[in-house]
């Protein structure tokens, strides 16, 4: 059992050699390419009020730490403060970035297999995380292969979860939003997330950033909108990301990727790649203030 101490350091290293070791980080294509590039990984206590602001604003269904936690451990019930978010990204890799940058409609083959073979891996990590961790006696559970987990129409945002991985990584620490609703994480947007809550105390990271739009070109000064122009069928627009129809699309794309690949597939992603924040922070205040461990300004008080 690792000490105390190396709590952090022993579940980055878990990460980082399932990524390694593990046969499934494979895109399974002719060249046996792997899915996924180093990862970046943070932690959240569960106690951090900002998992609370998710439900209400999200609905009531939104967990909170403590309530996926308790459900599924009954006979080692938890305080909020006993609790810790561990999460994870799992960047995208260039050749693939590559191929989907010259997309135009419907994605590259290596896109959709990391989005179907890549996200089996995620899911094979949140197993092995969660059950190693339990194993060691720090009980655990992961939260989107919960029988219960599911989808749910937000009254406020539309198609929404029980849990979100991507709103667990911004409370980790890992990423602020872009007007796509992506992710911006100091590895770019062109990644997939995943996380699993213990009862573990582990120090929270750092969050680099007062505002969930931080690292944002457009919110930050209006000077970027390039993921609109990527977008195939106008999901975005200056006011946001309009859910419906990107789902569409994703459904339409399922027949695309079966007859040109012979793939049982689907995806898009064509927003993550050929934009500014494809691989890192945009914003380069920002970028360069996380380099070197400075925290930002406290954001304005209310009017």
């Known amino acids: 059992m690792p000490k105390k101490g190396n709590l952090s350091v022993w579940i980055t290293g878990l990460v980082e050699r399932f990524l390694a070791e593990s046969p499934l980080n494979n895109l399974q294509n002719e060249n046996n390419a792997q899915a996924w590039d180093e990862a970046l990984v943070g932690f959240a206590s569960g106690a951090d009020p900002i998992f609370q602001e998710y439900k209400e604003y999200v609905g009531p269904f939104h967990w909170t730490p403590l309530e996926i936690y308790n459900q599924y451990h009954p006979k080692n019930l938890a305080t909020p403060e006993e609790l810790t978010v561990i999460s994870w990204v799992l960047p995208q890799r260039k050749a693939v970035r590559d191929m989907n940058r010259k997309a135009k409609k419907f994605p590259a083959e290596s896109w959709a297999r990391v989005r179907i073979e890549g996200e089996k891996f995620n899911a094979a990590l949140r197993t092995h995380v969660a059950k190693t961790l339990t194993n060691e006696g720090y009980p655990a559970v992961a ?19 029980s849990w979100s991985e991507r709103h667990a990584a911004h409370a980790a620490g890992l990423g602020t939003f872009g007007l796509c609703d ?11 997330v995943g996380s699993v809550v213990a009862k573990i105390k582990i120090e929270p990271s750092i969050r680099y950033y007062n505002h969930h739009r931080a690292w944002c070109l457009f919110f930050v000064d209006g000077s970027c909108g390039k993921c609109i122009d990527r977008c195939p069928v106008r999901a975005l627009t200056i006011s946001g990301h309009d859910k419906e129809i990107c789902r569409q699309h994703l459904i339409a794309s399922s027949d695309y990727v079966k007859k040109t690949y012979n793939y049982e597939g689907y995806g898009c992603g064509l927003c993550q790649v050929g934009v500014p924040c494809e691989t890192r922070i945009p914003v380069r205040k920002a970028r360069e203030a996380y380099e070197k461990g400075e925290l930002p300004p406290p954001p304005p008080p209310l009017a």
């Open 143 to 161: 939260p989107m292969l919960t029988p219960n987990w599911a989808w749910v129409n937000s009254k406020n945002y539309g198609y929404a979860s």
């Open 182 to 192: 992506g992710l911006i994480t100091p590895k770019g947007k062109a990644m997939r």
